[in-house]
Antibody, heavy 121, light 110 residues
Framework: QVQLQESGPGLVKPSETLSLTCAVS?????????WGWIRQSPGKGLEWIGS???????YYNPSLRSRVTMSVDTSNNQFSLKMSSVTAADTAVYYC??????????????WGQGTLVTVSS | QSALTQPASVSGSPGQSVTISCTGT?????????VSWYQHHPGKAPKLMIY???ERPSGVSNRFSGSKSGNTASLTISGLQAEDEADYYC??????????FGGGTKLTVL
């Protein structure tokens, strides 16, 4: 059974960089698949942020592309998200998930529990 | 505001059926058979319930079914059980090679 677990600071200051990691168990990410991030802002729906392929190729939502960087760490079986120049609008629950078929996901078959990141001084 | 439109809430009694709608456009729901549905109990990981409009992953009860007509997809839950009470989200692949989601529907089992 594939399991994903997000980790990272729960509080980030405005204009700084948000950094999250997703640890994967039950599957070796170097073996294949895309790995992605999705967020849910308070009172709003879910938003696909982007995905990284097992070989390191990245695919980002155009609305966030200028501020997002994703990478894989196959030695530790995890992947990460960095989002720069954050504002209060980036306050959200961030989920890692596995998109299937294409980077943006025809569907997402495994998800983490999510981690709340608050942007505040 | 979410890209896909879902009712904020639906409810039903145990044993009844409920249907949750998900309305998009010809650029997403109407243009592709890549609609998926997720069940989310707060504090837990969202769970894939339906993919490719009407396919059920292994282990998901056959009480859950999906369909699509034009720009609107639907999730039907038959034989409602208390454990079905959760938030449900739809998602669709889009012409822009992104994915969009609905705002979520809170299902209450009366």
């Amino acid at each position: 059974q594939v399991q994903l677990q997000e980790s990272g600071p729960g509080l980030v200051k405005p204009s700084e960089t948000l950094s999250l990691t997703c640890a994967v168990s039950g599957y070796s990410i170097s073996s294949g698949y895309y790995w992605g991030w999705i967020r849910q802002s308070p009172g709003k729906g879910l938003e696909w942020i982007g995905s990284v392929y097992h070989n390191g190729n990245t695919y980002y939502n155009p609305s966030l592309r200028s501020r997002v960087t994703m990478s894989v760490d196959t030695s530790n079986n995890q992947f990460s998200l960095k989002m720069s120049s954050v504002t209060a609008a980036d306050t959200a629950v961030y989920y890692c998930a596995r998109p299937r078929i294409e980077a943006a996901g025809h569907y997402f078959d495994y998800w983490g529990q999510g981690t709340l990141v608050t942007v505040s001084s | 505001q979410s890209a896909l439109t879902q009712p904020a809430s639906v409810s039903g009694s145990p044993g009844q059926s409920v249907t949750i709608s998900c309305t998009g456009t010809s650029s997403d729901v109407g243009g592709y058979n890549y609609v998926s549905w997720y069940q989310h109990h707060p504090g837990k990981a969202p769970k894939l319930m339906i993919y490719d409009v009407s396919e059920r992953p292994s282990g998901v009860s056959n009480r859950f079914s999906g369909s699509k007509s034009g720009n609107t997809a639907s999730l039907t839950i038959s034989g409602l059980q208390a454990e079905d009470e959760a938030d449900y989200y739809c998602s669709s692949y889009t012409r822009s090679t992104t994915s969009v989601f609905g705002g979520g529907t809170k299902l209450t089992v009366l």
